[in-house]
C-alpha cells in the first residue's frame, strides 16, 4: 500500500474544518480498507458497516493522529480494532444461540471462531510488534522499508518479526489442542 506524504497535511486541513479535505482522506484510502477487511476475512454483508464505522471513528479521534507516523497505519489500525470488536460480539452472540439451541456448530462457524482468536493472539503483542506485523502482513511493505519507518536495523526487523510469527504459530497450535 502506497503511502502518501501529504496526508499530514491534510490530516491538519481536516482538524481546521475543512470537510473537503476529509472527504479527500476518505476518497484516498477507501480501496486500502476495503482490501484490508478482505484480508481478515470479514463478511462480504458486513464490510460496508465496518468501514464505515472506520472513517466516522477516524474523524472523531483525528486530534490523537501522530503526523510523525504514516497515516494509513494509523486508519488500519482503527480498522483492525473495529474488526475485532466485531469478531468478539460475533462470538458472544454465537455462544448465546449455541446456548439456547444447542446444536453442533458449522465447520465455517469454527474457522470464523479460530480465526478471530488468532486475531485476538495478534491484538495482545505489544504496539510495537502489532505495527511490525501490521507493515510486512497487512500492507505488504519491504523489510527495509519498515526498518526506515521504526529507525532500526533491517536485520533487527527480520529477526523480530519470524520470532513473532514463529510464537504466533505456537500459541494458535496450542489454542486448537485445547478445543478452541
Given at each position: 500500500m502506497?503511502?502518501?506524504?501529504?496526508?499530514?497535511?491534510?490530516?491538519?486541513?481536516?482538524?481546521?474544518?475543512?470537510?473537503?479535505?476529509?472527504?479527500?482522506?476518505?476518497?484516498?484510502h477507501l480501496p486500502g480498507v476495503l482490501g484490508f477487511f478482505g484480508y481478515l476475512g470479514a463478511p462480504r454483508?458486513?464490510?460496508?458497516?465496518?468501514?464505515?464505522?472506520?472513517?466516522?471513528?477516524?474523524?472523531?479521534k483525528l486530534a490523537l493522529y501522530d503526523s510523525g507516523r504514516p497515516f494509513i497505519t494509523w486508519l488500519?489500525?482503527?480498522a483492525r480494532n473495529i474488526f475485532y470488536d466485531q469478531c468478539r460480539k460475533t462470538a458472544r452472540e454465537k455462544n448465546l444461540v449455541d446456548t439456547l439451541s444447542e446444536d453442533k456448530v458449522t465447520t465455517a462457524e469454527e474457522n470464523a471462531l479460530i480465526d478471530c482468536s488468532i486475531r485476538e493472539l495478534l491484538d495482545s503483542l505489544p504496539d510495537e510488534t502489532k505495527l511490525l506485523i501490521e507493515l510486512r502482513v497487512f500492507q505488504g511493505l519491504p523489510f527495509q522499508e519498515i526498518a526506515k519507518i521504526l529507525d532500526e536495523p533491517e536485520v533487527n526487523i527480520r529477526v523480530r518479526f519470524h520470532r513473532t510469527i514463529s510464537r504466533l504459530r505456537g500459541s494458535a497450535r496450542k489454542e486448537n489442542n485445547h478445543g478452541f
Open positions: 502506497k503511502s502518501f506524504p501529504d496526508d499530514a497535511k491534510i490530516v491538519e486541513q481536516v482538524r481546521a474544518g475543512d470537510k473537503n479535505s476529509l472527504e479527500l482522506l476518505i476518497d484516498r454483508d458486513i464490510i460496508d458497516d465496518l468501514v464505515q464505522e472506520t472513517f466516522i471513528r477516524a474523524s472523531r488500519l489500525s482503527i
